[in-house]
């Protein structure tokens, strides 16, 4: 089966601790997504990437971090700077990054203790 | 900037159809989507427009005019499991490779 998958599905954190969070894709795409998802707002761009060993910040990267060593890989680092980390975040994946369709994994609860 | 605009809830009842709006106001425009979020859970792909007209898919149909900044997504037949939230989403600008989002609308579907 094709798909994304993201792990851990809940994910707690302590002030000043940084945590990542794993995004792995089978589905063989290029461009590689993070949307951080809080009640009531739309889903907004963390950081993409186009390619293997690129990467972009999108809208909200402050106290955010990513790499991309593999292809089927994007993990995402929250980082003690990011002084409001509790949402949901979602990884995306499309074929390209030009007008595809961009399929989501299942994501990941960050709670703050 | 980019805007995207949807209601924020609606209430529908079982068997009924409903039509969900979307408008946007962006620097160009490179294709609407519209998914579905079940709480707590990813969203999926429902569809795509880039050029105007209807684009039907068994009980979902999408709807786009360009020169109107506007969509809607009909849902037809609705059943209980139809009750989530519907994202619409648009590229937008030259060369643009991000998705701006509107921030949904939780559509519940009453007995």
């Known amino acids: 089966d094709g798909g994304i998958t993201q792990s851990p599905k809940y994910l707690f954190r302590k002030e000043g601790q940084n945590v990542t969070l794993s995004c792995e894709q089978n589905?063989?795409?290029?461009?590689m997504y993070w949307y951080r998802q809080d009640p009531g707002q739309g889903l907004r761009l963390i950081y993409y990437?186009?390619?293997?060993?690129?990467?972009q910040k999108g809208d909200i990267a402050e106290g955010y971090s990513v790499s991309r060593e593999k292809k089927e890989s994007f993990p995402l680092t929250v980082t003690s700077a990011q002084k409001n980390p509790t949402a949901f975040y979602l990884c995306?994946?499309?074929?390209?990054?030009?007008?595809?369709?961009?399929?989501f994994g299942p994501g990941t609860r960050l709670l703050v203790l | 900037g980019q805007n995207i605009d949807q209601p924020t809830e609606m209430t529908a009842t079982e068997g009924a159809i409903v039509q969900i709006n979307c408008t946007y106001q962006?620097?160009?425009?490179?294709?609407l989507f519209w998914y579905q979020q079940h709480a707590g859970e990813a969203p999926t792909f429902l569809s795509y427009?880039?050029?105007?007209g209807l684009e039907e898919k068994g009980r979902f149909s999408s709807f786009l005019s360009r020169s109107k900044g506007y969509s809607y997504l009909l849902l037809k037949e609705l059943q209980m499991k139809d009750s989530a939230s519907y994202l619409c989403?648009?590229?937008?600008?030259?060369?643009?490779?991000?998705?701006?989002f509107g921030k949904g609308t939780k559509l519940s579907v009453i007995p």
């Open positions: 995306a994946s499309s074929n390209t990054m030009y007008q595809e369709t961009q399929y």
């Open positions: 589905l063989n795409h290029d461009a």
């Open positions: 990437s186009q390619i293997v060993n690129d990467f």
């Open positions: 962006t620097s160009g425009f490179n294709g």
């Open positions: 427009n880039v050029l105007d």
């Open positions: 989403a648009v590229y937008s600008g030259a060369g643009s490779y991000q998705l701006t």
